[in-house]
């Protein structure tokens, strides 16, 4: 995932990196794709309708795995930009391969850390849109420092956002559902669309992962939160 801003210089991860190997697909990828769907730090602030080369409406999603949801989201609504943010090649890699056989030209991506490519890269109040669906829920009590949603990052969001865009969280961990609702419920310039202290049904839009299913048909539950940016 993402580092969170602390106020000490050492600053803590959120992610830890647990690459596996890449497949020669992957790797094939990220040497001739990325260099033309992909972005560094080093580009510094993005021109968006240059990126993409059109206005139109701008999604980012932190964190998106193997890409597959990122990849269906994009298939399905050509009329959207999706920026994807992940640190793990292997998953850069295989939404690069997604990219290729369905042809999309929605998509361009990060291998930063989302805090930077936020703070140095995204524009103030571009974005219709931030995902953040099952970010690692660092479950042991020690390491909820760790988890991304904190009140210094949530702002780091709003000013990205436009005003009246959205922030749609999902979590399978329960205490971290409530964790987020705790953090969002006091984050200025956030309303819960839900009304308050609620959680949102699925939307139709956000896919069902492989690991979302299983955890369904084990009667594990799933949390979804979506606040909008009122100022």
């Known amino acids: 995932m993402t580092d969170i801003p602390q ?53 980012l999603e932190i964190g998106f795995g193997n890409g597959a949801a990122l990849a269906q989201l994009a298939a399905q609504h050509p009329e959207n930009d999706y920026l994807g943010i992940e640190v793990h090649r292997p998953g850069v890699g295989n939404l690069l391969l997604q990219m290729e056989k369905q042809q999309l030209r929605n998509i361009r991506i990060s291998r930063d850390d989302a805090v930077e490519v936020l703070q140095q890269q995204i524009p103030d109040d571009s974005l219709d849109a931030v995902y953040l669906f099952f970010p690692d829920p660092w479950h042991k009590k020690r390491h909820h420092k760790r988890r991304i949603v904190q009140p210094a990052f949530v702002q780091v969001l709003r000013r990205k956002l436009k005003t009246g865009g959205l922030f749609h969280l999902a979590t399978d961990w329960q205490d971290y559902a409530e964790h987020m609702l705790q953090v969002m419920r006091h984050a200025e310039g956030f309303e819960n669309t839900a009304g308050q202290d609620q959680y949102v049904p699925r939307p139709q839009y956000r896919p069902l992962t492989r690991f979302e299913q299983r955890g369904h048909r084990l009667g594990h539950g799933v949390w979804d939160l979506i606040f909008k940016r009122i100022g």
């Open 7 to 59: 106020s000490s210089p050492r600053r803590i991860r959120s992610f830890v990196r647990r690459e596996g190997r890449l497949t020669r697909g992957q790797q094939r990828a990220l040497r001739e794709l990325f260099p033309r769907f992909g972005f560094t730090l080093e580009e510094g602030e993005l021109d968006l309708h240059a990126l993409f080369g059109r206005d139109a409406p701008r999604i």
